[in-house]
């Protein structure tokens, strides 16, 4: 894992500079300075410099780079583990950064960053016989993920807070379209790409990924609550950020009258003692107990959907996702 990111990171200094020099543009020292920051990661840029400064290395290189990761590992498993050639290797890491572009914040930023992914697919692609094919996935992924990240935001920030819009299928819409197209389906889409794969002949493998996606956010919105802070990094706040969870539909679900105005009354309020009654509230429905009931039977499904593939590399590939996420802790 080592070696691969080290490798990850060395392609992405080639991007960068292909893209601070592409010839369709005429860069002024101003202009490349605001995109560039040399040998900066973001997590060092969040706290050495204004938000304003150097986009490229503030928006693209930070975190944990999994879903660039899986595009190369999917593509490994593809090929049964055999050493990937130098030009497979930085392929593969290319199509894992255009996944990891994907993260736009400001809006020119995002414009910049996402036509960013059209100059990489161009330079390195272009030749290739899935170039379209790659370019409609990229589009349509691009398409569902900002689309779910609207319904999100209108379902969490626009009109007053109301708990009765919220249920289990809204969770799921929001969560399928904002999380597991783009971070699930997307690097294994590319690598059967790359793999010489039709992905009309995988809707199976979609269906599979987007279930996973789906356990994985549950996942998240539980470990917000019930998470140890200093595993997950950070100190939950679905609660007081009126989030359509998973946690509270299922309370919506399973609570009483009384119950529901405690939530009513609670839920989305920054005070500490509003999310203390909330957080009483999903113990005394045991939604500790829920999730693991659910979680036991996710589990059960995606393991049988993959086992019924008939593509034992497929099922590799699908496996080590599902490994990386089952009972994670952060």
């Not at 392929?91 to 960013?116: F, K, P, Y």
Request: hydrophobic content about 35%; aromatic content about 10%.
């Amino acid at each position: 894992m080592a070696d691969l990111k080290s490798k990850f990171l060395q392609v992405y200094a080639v991007l960068k500079s292909e893209l601070l020099n592409d010839p369709c543009f005429e860069f002024t020292d101003d202009s490349r300075q605001w995109i560039e920051r040399c040998a900066m990661l973001k997590s060092e840029i969040n706290m050495l410099l204004p938000r304003s400064c150097h986009m490229l290395d503030y928006n693209v290189p930070g975190g944990k780079l999994n879903r660039g990761h899986s595009v190369v590992e999917s593509y490994k498993l593809l090929n049964q583990e055999k050493e990937l050639t130098d030009d497979e290797l930085f392929l593969a890491c290319s199509l894992g950064w255009c996944i990891e572009w994907v993260g736009m914040i400001a809006v020119n930023d995002g414009l910049i960053l996402r036509n960013h992914i059209s100059r990489i697919l161009k330079r390195h692609f272009k030749g290739k016989p899935y170039y379209v094919d790659l370019l409609d996935l990229f589009n349509e992924v691009e398409f569902q993920t900002t689309h779910g990240q609207m319904i999100d935001l209108i379902t969490t920030l626009v009109g007053e807070k109301d708990l009765s819009k919220y249920s289990l299928p809204l969770h799921r819409r929001i969560v399928q379209y904002k999380t597991a197209y783009y971070s699930f389906y997307l690097p294994v889409a590319c690598a059967l790409l790359m793999y010489g794969e039709n992905l009309e002949n995988h809707v199976n493998v979609k269906d599979i990924l987007i279930e996973m996606g789906t356990y994985f956010q549950v996942q998240d919105d539980y470990l917000d609550c019930f998470g140890n802070p200093e595993e997950i990094g950070k100190i939950g706040t679905d609660i007081e950020d009126f989030k359509c969870s998973w946690l509270v539909v299922k309370a919506l679900e399973l609570c009483n009258e009384d119950q529901k105005q405690t939530l009513y009354e609670n839920y989305g309020k920054q005070d500490p003692a509003c999310v203390a009654k909330v957080k009483e509230l999903y113990k005394s429905l045991k939604l500790q107990d829920v999730y693991l009931e659910y979680e036991s039977r996710s589990y059960e499904k995606i393991t049988n959907s993959i086992e019924a593939h008939p593509s034992k590399e497929v099922q590799a590939v699908l496996k080590s996702f599902l490994a990386k996420i089952y009972k994670r802790q952060k």
